[in-house]
């Protein structure tokens, strides 16, 4: 049964906590974001008040063997800076039994990266290219059967299990998901997995009325799922971005050089007679301002997004829409974003993605529950400093968008079952 960290009596007990210290290194291997560390600090210095001692366990960047750049030993001083005791290191996350076994209350043990073991994700390494579907299939046969040796060997280092790596839940890995059968009584979410699950419900199962979805991004193939399962739940889409100029075009409307997928456009248009059919309200930008290259220095104008000139590209929403937009933000108590609404990377069409920002703060400030969720929405909200005047900013872009679809995470089932 899932335990809570705030109720476990942690004193004289090792944890083994999966967190998500995939932090930006650069070439000094010097960290250049700590966020990720940073957010899970208060489930480790939980453990550490509460008498508990901890093993810290992540994953580094994408290694397909062991590899130095990838290490973590690059990040224990930065860790144990963040948590104000010292942090000790076990080279091979595999070989870590005598100093798990000395761990005293207080002190802590940062494992190697579990990636340098091809068990932790459970796929093959090393195949041929040419490989046949056949030794494809005993290859990860082969795998998985050693994968359960790796994860037994993780939960003996431990009495409790605790998964703070919400970056990670979306995927079933032996750290994030299945050492979680070896601690029936004992196991629980830290946090930062506790605050990101709640945001979920919040918009998923609680979400208050009228309810705002802003849907942004590139294309349409990569968050046609996340549109399919809002239509089920909100009363307002907005849908922004690249991935706009799909639905206009598939309406009939001349996009010029816009981004689009032709191949979307009859569930574009599927979508579109769903929303009518359930009564949801569609914003689509009917303005944008396009550019006669995709640079930040290049001419700009603003016209109907149905009407964009052949040699002309739909860059962000004009102030037309951002006004309406505004608007149906204001009047909602739960508003859901995902995804920029223009090329929010240049200066000169990041307005639209600015404004939905602003927005989304004042109406929180109105009492809006309001969540930022998925990678470059996240990365707008903060580079424009609006990432604590909103209800909640959401730390994982892959595993948000697969809550956000309605798919329930791995990494959340284990611990919940
Ligand atoms: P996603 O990762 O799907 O959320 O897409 C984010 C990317 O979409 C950002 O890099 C934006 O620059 C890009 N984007 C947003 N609007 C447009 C647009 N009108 N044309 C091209 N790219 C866009």
């Known amino acids: 049964m899932q335990k809570y960290i705030d109720s476990y009596d942690f004193a004289g007990k090792k944890a083994i906590v999966r967190v998500d210290f995939n932090v930006p290194l ?20 939980k453990v550490l008040e509460k008498g508990g001692s901890l093993i810290i366990m992540s994953h580094l960047g994408r290694p397909k063997k062991v590899d130095p750049k990838f290490s973590l030993k690059h990040i224990v001083a930065r860790v144990s800076e963040c948590l104000g005791v010292p942090v000790q290191f076990a080279e091979d996350c595999q070989k870590a039994d005598a100093q798990a076994a000395a761990l005293k209350p207080g002190e802590v043990l940062l494992l190697e990266n579990l990636r340098f073991y091809a068990e932790e994700e459970g796929k093959p390494r090393g195949l041929a290219e040419d490989a046949t579907d056949e030794e494809k299939k005993a290859a990860k046969k082969v795998v998985k059967e050693s994968q359960k040796e790796f994860v037994k060997k993780l939960a003996s280092y431990a009495d409790c299990y605790i998964n703070d790596a919400f970056g990670t839940a979306h995927r079933a890995h032996g750290s994030t998901a299945l050492i979680a059968a070896y601690f029936p009584d004992d196991k629980m979410f830290g946090y930062l997995m506790e605050g990101e699950i709640k945001a979920i419900d919040n918009v998923l199962k609680n979400a208050g009325h009228p309810f705002t979805a802003i849907i942004g991004g590139a294309k349409v193939s990569s968050k046609l799922a996340v549109l399919e399962n809002m239509l089920e739940r909100v009363d307002n889409l907005v849908i922004g971005g690249g991935m706009s100029y799909t639905f ?29 059919e359930k009564g949801v309200k569609v914003f689509l930008p009917t303005m944008s301002v396009v550019a006669d290259a995709f640079s930040n220095d290049a001419n700009a104008k603003v016209v109907p997004t149905a009407e964009i000139p052949e040699g002309w590209e739909g860059m962000d929403v004009a102030a037309e829409n951002l006004a309406e937009w505004k608007d149906v933000i204001l009047g909602s108590k739960t508003v859901l974003w995902n995804g920029p609404v223009g090329v929010f990377e240049m200066p000169n069409f990041a307005k ?66």
């Open 352 to 417: 639209g993605t600015l404004q939905i920002a602003e927005d989304l703060a004042e109406a929180t400030a109105k009492g809006a529950y309001t969540l930022v969720g998925g990678g470059d929405s996240v990365a707008a909200v903060t580079k424009m400093g609006y990432a604590d005047k909103v209800s909640y900013v959401s730390t994982g872009g892959g595993a948000m968008l697969e809550a956000l679809e309605g798919k329930d995470l791995p990494g959340i089932a284990a611990v919940r079952e």
């Open 248 to 276: 206009i075009k598939a309406q009939g409307g001349n996009i010029g050089n816009s981004l689009h997928e032709d191949d979307l456009m009859p569930q574009a248009l599927e979508i579109l007679a769903k929303a009518k």
């Open 26 to 45: 650069n070439e000094n291997f010097e960290i250049t974001d700590d966020t990720r560390i940073r957010r899970a600090i208060p489930t480790l210095k």
